[in-house]
């Protein structure tokens, strides 16, 4: 066997197969709320009085704190008295609850609910559809009534898609030029991340988010304040209702939950209300056109078949179906970060 064989291959397939282990302790660590705590302190703490705060175990906290300085999300100090640990800048800027980055509401979401559909990927990949009835014993005959099971489900959903736009809104919304744009519906807006980055960068643009009725309603309590006049709310299910006249629609990570079927369909209606020289713009991860990456959009592509009726695609499959619903000018802007755009016109 030659020495690569024998040293890079084997640390490959460790990585690989420990993955999972590696998320969940970030995941721990965030929901026992060691991040948190370290940034309330202001300094480091030692393992026996992190574990005394947060109420847990000495030798558990202790193994999680090592764990986690393993994977640089937090830092140690050896003292007289023993190991003290603080918060990495990474940790600091997108684990802990209150920063403007933060991802802990994605997090918690992965960690409650995509991880336990996942224990059900052998079985999607069977199946050939997603895992609601054997992941939580109900029907997926409404994809997004299974999505949004209670109350709760549907507010950690809401909190866990939205933390993306901090870090990758701008880029996907500052992809092209959209100033000619006045009129935009940000269709499934959901928390109106992106509606507020879009109002941000166009100060002459004004966002209407359309989304189903409760989702609305709990953008408008705990989302989007009262006094943001430039973003209104439009309550409805884009398959069934009308979709109003606009100068542009937003589709972020609508397209993706879809079957090609509904996306026509969707797109189809989009291209009959939109003004003309208006535009659609598709945000979403795209995959390479010889299927050969990004592992990211590889994975989304799988979390697609557990949780959606969806897929990741590629600029040219996206590309198929915008014309195949009447648009042209189809522009495509890989943005470097998670999120790509692409721009089709009426
Ligand atoms: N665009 C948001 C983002 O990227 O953060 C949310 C994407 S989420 C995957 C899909 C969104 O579509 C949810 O907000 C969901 O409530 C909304 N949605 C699903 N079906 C819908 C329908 N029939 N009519 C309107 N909105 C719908």
């Not at 684990?95 to 409650?112: A, F, G, V, W």
């Not at 990949?125 to 609601?132: E, I, L, M, W």
């Not at 209104?232 to 009308?242: A, L, M, R, V």
Request: glycine residues 8%; aromatic residues 10%.
């Amino acid at each position: 066997m030659s020495s690569t064989q024998d040293l890079v291959y084997p640390q490959i397939l460790f990585q690989y197969n420990n993955g999972f282990l590696v998320s969940k302790i970030m995941f721990t660590a965030c929901e026992l709320g060691v991040f948190d705590l370290l940034l309330e302190s202001e300094g480091s703490l030692s393992s026996d009085a992190i574990a005394e705060r947060l109420g847990t175990s000495v030798s558990g906290m202790e193994r999680l704190l090592d764990a986690c300085v393993g994977l640089k999300l937090l830092g140690v100090e050896m003292k007289s008295e023993g190991a003290f640990y603080r918060n990495t800048e990474l940790s600091k800027l997108y684990l802990t609850k209150s920063s403007p980055k933060s991802q802990y509401h994605n997090l918690m979401y992965y960690s409650k609910t995509v991880y336990l559909c996942w224990h059900y990927l052998t079985d999607a990949v069977r199946d050939g559809k997603n895992q609601y009835e054997r992941a939580f014993g109900v029907s997926s005959k409404d994809l997004f009534g299974a999505l949004y099971r209670s109350e709760e489900e549907m507010i950690t959903f809401m909190y866990g898609l939205n933390a993306i736009w901090s870090i990758c809104g701008r880029d996907v919304i500052a992809a092209f030029d959209l100033s000619s744009f006045t009129v935009i519906y940000d269709l499934g807006g959901c928390a109106g991340g992106l509606a507020q980055e879009c109002i941000s960068l166009y100060p002459n643009s004004t966002v209407t988010i359309y989304d189903l009725p409760k989702v609305v309603q709990v953008t408008k309590e705990r989302f989007v304040p009262p006094e943001e006049r430039r973003i209104t709310f439009h309550e409805g299910d884009f398959f069934k209702d009308p979709i109003p006249e606009a100068d542009l629609y937003i589709l972020a990570r609508i397209l993706h939950d879809w079957a090609d079927d509904k996306c026509m369909q969707l797109l189809t209606k989009i291209h009959k209300a939109c003004k003309p020289g208006g535009g659609v713009l598709l945000v979403e991860t795209l995959l390479n056109e010889d299927k050969t990456g990004p592992l990211e959009a590889h994975l989304f592509s799988l979390m697609m078949l557990v949780q959606t009726e969806g897929k990741e695609r590629t600029p040219a499959e996206y590309s198929k179906l915008l014309t195949a619903a009447g648009f042209r000018e189809i522009q495509v802007k890989k943005t470097g970060k998670l999120y790509d755009a692409i721009l089709g016109r009426k």
